[in-house]
């Protein structure tokens, strides 16, 4: 089984998302030519932004690792960056079975009304599996393992069905998709909370700068393209570069900040005809649904303005605290390409405010780094094993290092939360996953049954109209 899974994940989600899109489009009833189009396209925007993404890590990599060097700023967990984490998830027993076991707990969240995400995302059940891995070699035990890994997978279908009529009101064109993707999700509650926080302090609620805004008030200045050239230059600088290299950095880190939006575009240019497809299919068959979600990647939005702005004005700051801040071990080089899933779920509660965002941002990643560095034994242990059964040097730690980690999903508070409830305190801990669980299922079902009984009485009251 392991095997299995890991060739089918290891097609990469290029040539996965493709397949699912083509055959759920003729399975609801689009035409398959229209039905392999819009798989192709959302195939076509995985190769686009693993490109972009990799003239991130290729450019901005070097330029940082040489900033380190110059300065001395060295710290002693080494960065694997996500690849290593996905390597840990699926070259495991839990990853192996993750995805058949997973998609029957979706299912019997849907049957009982438990959800109304239906979670396609197939390629970021890694973040799932790695929960699981990660609690299956500190504890030996692959019951633990499954264990944690189905409570942040039921947590993270509900926060996707409770945010997502934030995520359409702020995002056009994405009606009946939801994120059930844990490392972005897991950040929603915090972001209401700090964002409501935020809007209590005098003079700081009466902050509002938005990237449309700041391309007004800026012009030049506001752009993301330029921010990401700047940026460069300036990150070239600081690594001593020679003109040509500093200025080659800027334009490259400018191409990435106006890349990611235009690929971004492909996502949703793909997924329109199998959302409508969902849609009608659901107003025929299934009535009493009060309508089903999509689940899919943060991939779709991680192109927004704001998105991009706010993660280049991190990339340098949480550079210089990582050195700065006590008993941290852990500075982000390879992670950085992952900063932007950050932001689909709290853009919503922000409002795109660039300046609340920057602030709830800089918490959750200063945050982020100590979790990282509480976790990188376990992350350490699991890698060494992969590595050892594999030989996959994506999760080689190399000489002169005694730990790894890695920012995206081991930073999340989420994610440590499970795996210390569930590791570190034997009994009483699961016993408090469970009942938070349990709780929020039935709390999500009771509003699911509300939607279903307004929807109906919606319907019924047209009728007596008409």
Do not use: C
Request: charged residues 10%; glycine residues 10%; without cysteine.
């Amino acid at each position: 089984m392991e095997k299995i899974f890991g060739y089918i994940v290891g097609l990469g989600a290029p040539v996965m998302m493709p397949l699912i899109f083509s055959i759920l489009g003729i399975s609801i009833g689009i035409k398959p030519g229209r039905a392999v189009k819009s798989g192709l396209l959302v195939g076509v925007g995985f190769v686009g932004l693993s490109i972009v993404t990799a003239l991130l890590t290729s450019s901005l990599g070097p330029a940082l690792n040489e900033v380190v060097t110059v300065y001395g700023l060295q710290l002693k967990i080494f960065d694997m960056g996500w690849p290593a984490a996905a390597s840990i998830a699926y070259n495991t027993t839990i990853g192996a079975f993750v995805i058949p076991v997973l998609l029957g707990v979706n299912l019997i969240m849907l049957f009982t009304k438990t959800t109304k995400t239906v979670n396609i995302d197939l390629w970021n059940y890694w973040h799932f599996a790695f929960v699981g891995a990660i609690i299956y070699f500190a504890s030996d035990s692959i019951w633990w393992g499954f264990f944690g890994a189905i409570i942040v997978y039921i947590i993270t279908l509900i926060i996707a069905d409770w945010t997502a009529p934030m995520f359409h009101k702020y995002y056009k064109d994405l009606d009946g998709i939801s994120i059930p993707q844990p490392f972005s999700g897991g950040f929603a509650p915090i972001a209401m909370v700090l964002n409501k926080g935020l809007d209590m302090i005098p003079g700081i609620n009466k902050i509002n700068i938005d990237a449309e805004g700041m391309k007004k008030r800026f012009g030049l200045l506001g752009e993301p393209l330029f921010l990401g050239v700047i940026v460069g230059i300036g990150i070239g600088v600081f690594a001593k570069y020679n003109f040509q290299k500093v200025m080659m950095l800027g334009v490259q880190m400018g191409a990435v900040m106006e890349l990611i939006p235009r690929i971004t575009g492909l996502f949703i240019e793909g997924l329109k005809p199998i959302s409508e497809g969902t849609k009608e299919l659901i107003a025929k068959k299934f009535k009493r649904s009060s309508g089903l979600y999509i689940g899919m990647t943060p991939a779709l939005v991680i192109g927004h303005p704001s998105t991009l702005v706010v993660s280049l004005l991190l990339i340098p700051v949480i550079i210089v605290l990582a050195v700065i801040l006590p008993n941290n071990q852990f500075l982000p080089l390879a992670s950085l390409a992952g900063m932007f899933y950050l932001f689909p779920h709290i853009l919503p509660f922000t409002k795109g405010n660039v300046f609340k965002t920057f602030i709830i941002g800089l918490i959750i990643l200063v945050a982020g780094l100590y979790i990282t560095t509480n976790l990188a034994p376990a992350f350490t242990k699991a890698a060494v094993d992969v590595y050892a059964k594999t030989g996959d040097t994506a999760v080689k730690i190399p000489d002169g290092f005694n730990n790894a980690a890695a920012l995206d999903f081991a930073s999340s508070p989420f994610s440590w939360g499970v795996y210390h409830l569930t590791h570190s305190i034997k009994v009483v801990g699961p016993a408090i996953l469970i009942l938070i669980t349990m709780a929020l299922m039935v709390w999500n079902r009771i509003t699911i049954i509300k939607g279903i009984k307004r929807s109906e009485n919606s319907i019924s009251e047209e009728k007596n109209n008409n």
